[in-house]
């Protein structure tokens, strides 16, 4: 019998997580009968549709069609709909990736009709609370059945959870295997001629509430950024819960006026790796970010006072610069006088990673 594995995605980052491991199930045709859910979590066509394109996803099986709204209405629409869609049709394993509120809701739902789940990118831990991402994070690594961990951290802080250790593997990162299988093809991406950018140049993505939510942190941030494009032209895809707020504050007009900065739309994600691979340096909120621009080798300064990705400071040319303007012209300074990190690509990011889950899956399989 063929395992029947309903794979969740929702938001951005989900769509490169489960790429890999779409194309590594169709390696196994006797094996698998894959389903990709898509909650409907991001629905912009730049949020979602043209990272299906780009990354040769299947159109998702099932769109749930959940949409925005606040934690509890997100988190609840996805519940039901996935009671519903489980109810329907029995599955034998569910995949969530990452940390967003589609991957807690799925991996509830899943739990509670005794359907094994699989966390792909598990025991992730910023220590902060306060962050949606690791309510999500505890939430759905206390409930599922196999633990798919990036690095040796996440493995320490499961166990130190009591997660027991038949429960745990370090598989390497999913999210790579898709860089490294787009990387070149993303050489090709124009959007250096559409924007017209010169050689040099920074990449700004923000997007964590507690960043864009508060008027007096994004103004601290933004007077940073002010300085920096004085220096170095900066690129800024600008997420759609960042243009709400900076049209909120009344940010908006005057940041169009900022001659070395160009605002743009959210980018897909070939633009996106282009940017990462050719800036001088990447200033993010971003937690995918970090881990791609430390294979890239791309300095990053991460605007947040904590991450969940020790090992891209350990071992990749991330640094935490928090959101005191003082602390990010200092790093960013750093970096313009050619101080930035160089790094090292932590063990497994490989583009091995689908293919260890696929490995271990086979080996569920054959228990059942
Ligand atoms: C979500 C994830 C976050 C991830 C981020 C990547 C949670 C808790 N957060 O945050 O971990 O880093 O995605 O982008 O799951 N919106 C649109 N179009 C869209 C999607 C969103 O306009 O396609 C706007 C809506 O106004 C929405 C707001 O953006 O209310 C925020 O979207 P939401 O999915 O709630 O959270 P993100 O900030 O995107």
Redesign the pocket.
């Known amino acids: 019998m063929k395992l029947r594995i309903i794979n969740v995605v929702?938001?951005?980052?989900n769509f490169m997580k489960i790429a890999p491991l779409m194309l590594e199930y169709q390696k196994h045709p006797a094996e698998f009968a894959p389903v990709l859910v898509h909650t409907g979590?991001?629905?912009?066509d730049n949020?979602?549709k043209l990272f299906f394109d780009q990354l040769h996803l299947p159109k998702p099986d099932v769109y749930l069609g959940v949409g925005?709204?606040s934690?509890a209405e997100?988190t609840g629409k996805v519940m039901v709909e996935m009671e519903k869609l489980l109810g329907a049709a029995p599955a034998d394993l569910v995949v969530v990736v990452?940390?967003?509120?589609?991957t807690m809701a799925a991996t509830i739902v899943a739990a509670k009709l005794c359907i094994p789940v699989a966390h792909v990118e598990a025991g992730l831990r910023s220590f902060d609370r306060t962050m949606?991402?690791e309510i999500?994070r505890l939430v759905t690594d206390a409930l599922a059945d196999y633990c798919f961990t990036t690095s040796p951290d996440a493995d320490e802080n499961l166990r130190r959870e009591g997660v027991p250790a038949e429960k745990i593997a370090f598989v390497g990162n999913v999210m790579i295997d898709t860089l490294l299988g787009l990387k070149e093809v993303s050489q090709q991406s124009d959007i250096s001629r559409r924007l017209g950018l010169n050689a040099e140049f920074g990449f700004v993505t923000l997007?964590?509430?507690s960043n864009v939510d508060s008027k007096e942190i994004l103004a601290e941030i933004l007077s940073a950024l002010d300085v920096v494009q004085k220096k170095l032209p900066l690129v800024f895809p600008v997420?759609?819960?960042t243009v709400?707020r900076l049209k909120q504050f009344g940010r908006w007009d005057e940041l169009q006026r900022w001659t070395n900065l160009k605002l743009v739309e959210p980018v897909g994600y070939l633009d996106s790796l282009w940017l990462m691979a050719n800036a001088k340096l990447v200033l993010t909120d971003?937690?995918g970010m970090q881990e791609e621009t430390t294979v890239l080798g791309t300095p990053c300064l991460t605007i947040r006072e904590n991450t969940e990705r020790p090992i891209t400071i350990t071992e990749g040319t991330n640094t935490l610069v928090g959101t005191s303007h003082a602390k990010i012209v200092a790093e960013a300074n750093r970096v313009l006088e050619g101080h930035g990190k160089k790094g090292r690509i932590p063990k497994f990011w490989d583009g091995k990673a689908a293919e260890r889950i696929v490995h271990r899956l086979l080996e569920h399989r054959s228990k059942r």
């Open positions: 929702g938001a951005r980052p979590q991001h629905y912009d949020m979602s925005s709204g934690h997100q990452g940390d967003v509120n589609s949606p991402e999500n997007h964590r509430p997420h759609p819960r709400n971003s937690g």
